[in-house]
């Protein structure tokens, strides 16, 4: 299984998770966890998905989300899970 962390941030909207999840099925991503709250109209929402059925390079979703972030007015970022860990550990 390889994991990454998909990460969400911005002002509240209608549909950011229905869009975000449209993405990660359509490219064969699974989501193994997910976690989302609004605060004070801002939405966050952190995922962890299996991406060992897709097919795109890492990258490229990574590219493909960041760009979908900024059509709907939030911010997307993807790690691979071995760097969000590394970059977490104490």
């Known amino acids: 299984m390889k994991k990454t962390i998909i990460t969400v941030v911005g002002k509240d909207t209608v ?3 229905a869009r975000v999840c449209t993405y990660l099925a ?3 991503v699974n989501i193994l966890d ?9 939405f966050t ?18 590219d493909e ?3 979908l972030g900024k059509e709907i007015g939030v911010v997307i970022k993807c790690q691979k899970e071995e ?5 977490h550990r104490i």
Do not use: C, P, R, W
């Not at 997910?34 to 801002?42: A, L």
């Not at 760097?83 to 970059?87: A, L, R, V």
């Open 15 to 17: 549909g950011i998770i």
């Open 65 to 67: 989300l960041e760009a």
């Open 45 to 62: 929402m952190m995922m962890v998905v299996d991406v060992s059925g897709m097919d795109k390079q890492h990258g490229d979703m990574a």
């Open 83 to 87: 760097i969000f860990d590394q970059m």
């Open 34 to 42: 997910i976690s989302q709250t609004i605060v004070q109209d801002y």
């Open 26 to 28: 359509e490219n064969k």
